[in-house]
């Protein structure tokens, strides 16, 4: 008899074994799939060590940054422990604060409204007190110094590849930000965006010497062209494609004195993004209307063409006399890219009809979103039925508001199944209710609300299939 013992135990299923094993996946899925803020994590991931491990990649995915906080990060990620969580950067935004808060603040934060001319003070001092140096690289050492100092970390045995680069600046900034990206070549490489602030704040010693205010502007807008040039030979050199993005804003467009663009430097952008570029937004200004140049302008940009390109936003401001060759430009431009999928083309808002209205004759067959200025509403209908992707919805107030036929989209609803946002002044917006749209969520918002929060989405007590915004007349 054997006298040993022996123990039939079922063996362990190797299911339950891989299931255990994949709980960092599993918490990995439901991490990124969370609609939370990224503070949550961070509390989070203070529970314990392997839940830490799991969520600091995706805490660090994606960084944003603002200039004006750069000097304080450097000393937090220069020990070695922090320079590790660097390793997990994907994307990378750093963006000019400061200028932003003086030339993009919001209607409604009370905040920066209230320290505006603090800011616009302090950001004048901070750029322009060395204006008169000869080495004018130094105007801005927030990039020279600051953000080197910071992307030097990023390469430090670092075994990924570099973090994507999306940089927003103002113009003024564009010597500095050339001569660090000369001087940290691997990184222009992995530039994805560029925005560009047009405008920047000017000193007092321009209003005795316009002369030099005048040179100095042109050199600023020279070396954004040597930017371009730089990132974008760079990126050819490696067979790379990254840079998609590329903003040119300006919101005080009828300063023609803070943006001077050369006809060569209109070459410089068109050879150097058209090619690439996926999303283009421009802001022209009234410089642009006054510097007609056959030699080269802002038509020079709408005359290329753009095979890449699926997002277009252009930004026109009211001029006097009108703009000169514009609506033939902007209709050709239309009918050479068929391909996009977002178009963004509206009047000023204070004056709708200092523009003229586009005829609409195009069909983009995968638009997606649209806000489109015309003038009658028989064109608005024939634009929606040849768009039947169509998710958002804007137009501007329609120049014929006299003879706007109530009924006519009533059977545009079978052609746009996928409409979910219309954004349309309080005439024409009869018409879209009268078009009976299926599942139709009414909400109208006060004239208070809207004057304070400009456009946002209305709220309602169930989730609809289509939103309606009203635009107040008296806003315009």
């Known amino acids: 008899m054997d006298e040993r013992m022996s123990l039939d135990l079922p063996e362990r299923p190797v299911l339950d074994r891989k ?16 609609k939370r803020d990224k503070v949550d994590l961070i509390i989070a991931s203070r529970v314990s ?18 200039l004006s906080r750069v000097p304080e990060m450097v000393p937090i990620f220069k020990p070695r422990r922090s320079r590790a969580l660097l ?21 409604h934060s009370q905040s920066v409204l209230g320290s505006r001319q603090f800011r616009r003070r302090k950001y004048k001092k901070r750029m322009m007190d060395q204006r008169d140096q000869s080495d004018k690289e130094e105007c801005d050492p927030r990039w020279t110094q600051e953000v080197y100092e910071f992307l030097d970390l990023l390469t430090w045995s670092r075994t990924h590849p570099l973090p994507f680069l999306d940089l927003s600046f103002g113009v003024v900034s564009s010597l500095a930000l050339h001569r660090l990206i000369s001087e940290i070549p691997e990184f222009a490489e992995r530039v994805t965006a560029l925005r560009v602030l047009s405008d920047f704040p000017c000193t007092t010693a321009a209003v005795h010497d316009w002369s030099q205010w005048d040179a100095n502007i042109g050199t600023w807008w020279k070396s954004l062209g040597s930017l371009l040039q730089n990132i974008t030979s760079a990126q050819d ?8 993005v590329f903003t040119m804003e300006c919101y005080e467009g009828n300063l023609s004195r803070r943006r001077t663009i050369r006809p060569d430097l209109w070459q410089v952008f068109q050879t150097t993004l058209s090619p690439r570029i996926e999303d283009l937004t421009f802001y022209l200004t009234l410089s642009d209307n006054a510097n007609d140049n056959a030699d080269g302008d802002y038509k020079t940009l709408l005359r290329a063409n753009w095979p890449r390109l699926r997002r277009f936003r252009l930004v026109t401001p009211a001029a006097t006399p009108p703009w000169n060759g514009w609506l033939e430009s902007v ?29 609409l004759s195009q069909t983009f067959p995968n638009l997606k979103r649209a806000f489109v200025h015309t003038d009658t509403i028989s064109t608005v209908k024939s634009f929606l039925s040849r768009h039947p992707k169509l998710v958002d919805f804007g137009i501007d107030p329609l120049q014929d508001d006299d003879g706007i036929d109530y009924y006519a ?11 979910q946002t219309i954004l349309s002044h309080e005439i024409e ?15 109208v918002q006060s004239r208070e609300r809207y004057q304070r929060h400009q456009v946002s989405e209305p709220r309602v007590a169930v989730r609809p299939s289509l939103k309606i915004t009203i635009q107040a007349s008296d806003l315009y």
């Open 49 to 66: 060590r392997h839940f830490r491990a799991v969520a600091q990649p995706i805490l660090f995915r994606e960084m944003s940054v603002p």
């Open 331 to 359: 209709e050709d431009f239309l009918e050479r890219h068929p391909r996009l999928e977002e178009l963004d083309i509206r009047a000023p808002p204070s004056a709708p009809s200092s523009i003229p209205a586009l005829s």
């Open 237 to 244: 050199r490696a067979s790379s494609s990254v840079l998609k």
């Open 409 to 419: 989209l009533t059977d545009v609803p079978e052609a746009l199944p996928a409409l």
């Open 429 to 443: 917006f009869q018409a879209f209710i009268l078009a009976d749209l299926p599942n139709l969520a009414r909400s």
């Open 87 to 107: 390793q997990h950067v994907k994307a990378l935004r750093l963006w000019d604060d400061e200028a932003h808060n003086i030339f993009k603040f919001e209607e």
């Open 19 to 34: 299931h255990a094993l994949q709980v960092p996946e599993i918490l990995t899925l439901i991490l990124e799939n969370l």
